[in-house]
């Protein structure tokens, strides 16, 4: 069963349940799932899209431990998938590959936190989860949860359907440049990006739902994910359609438009600590 709000409580849509309900799950009261409705009626690919989403979120996993990063910062968590799914959370994909790894969980939300601690930190607490802005970089990692992270070993940073609730350039720009000169050598970022390249009206119709319940919702064009990803290398296949990443069978049946999104991985530039030019 779904919750249901206390008597008495007026309670705002917030982009993590409504995000929940999209993927079918039972963390969310009746706002959200009033707005997602909504949201659905004005772009009917988005349950599609936040699955493949989720999808991707667990390909680039396992691609990243495969290649050797066993500790990952999952930046704007969100609620775990729900199970009938069946694909998996990001620690669960990391120790598929790597039985060792650590992944922390990041999310502002106090609520949202509280799940990740529930459900995303394993039966032996080997994995972490942190309540704060992804923006104050520097002090997620200050966080005694986030110091189970070596911080001179290789590290995955999952930023996943999380820049576009970040409108300013300048944010993600100065989130990017901190990221930079914290981590090391080797590490990796994955990211996944609402667009309004393919479905432009439809996007607008979103943005515009979203506003009216308070919520800064920013898809970005190509060109845009592209310039503020520099100079971060891309790997292949560089940034593409989210079900396009790889070429899953599930995937390989969808057309790029059903992603609305972007989704693509990229190594740290190997530049010198502190030059963010």
Known sequence: MR????????L???EPRVYDYLLGGKRNYHPDRVLGDRLVSTA???P??????????????AHLARGGISQFLDLGCGYPAPEFLAVPNPH????????????VHVDHDPVVASHAVAFLCGPHDEHGVVCGDIREIGDVLADPEARRLDRDQRTGVL????????PDDGEVRQLLADLRDLLPTGSAISITHATADVRTAEAQGLISLYEQHGLAFRPRSYDEICALLEPWPLA??????TGRWRADPLHAQLS????????AVAFHPEQPRGNHA
Do not use: C, K
């Open 236 to 241: 292949e296949p560089g940034l593409v359609p």
């Open 256 to 263: 790029a438009a059903q992603s609305g999104a972007y989704a």
């Open 159 to 166: 930023l996943h359907d999380v820049l576009p609730w970040i």
């Open 48 to 61: 599609q899209a936040a699955q493949l989403n989720r999808m991707f979120g667990s390909l680039a996993v």
């Open 44 to 46: 009917d690919w988005l």
């Open 3 to 10: 919750p249901a709000l206390p008597e008495g409580w007026a």
């Open 12 to 14: 705002t849509p917030a």
């Open 92 to 103: 669960e994909a990391a120790v598929r590959i790597r039985p060792e790894a650590v992944v």
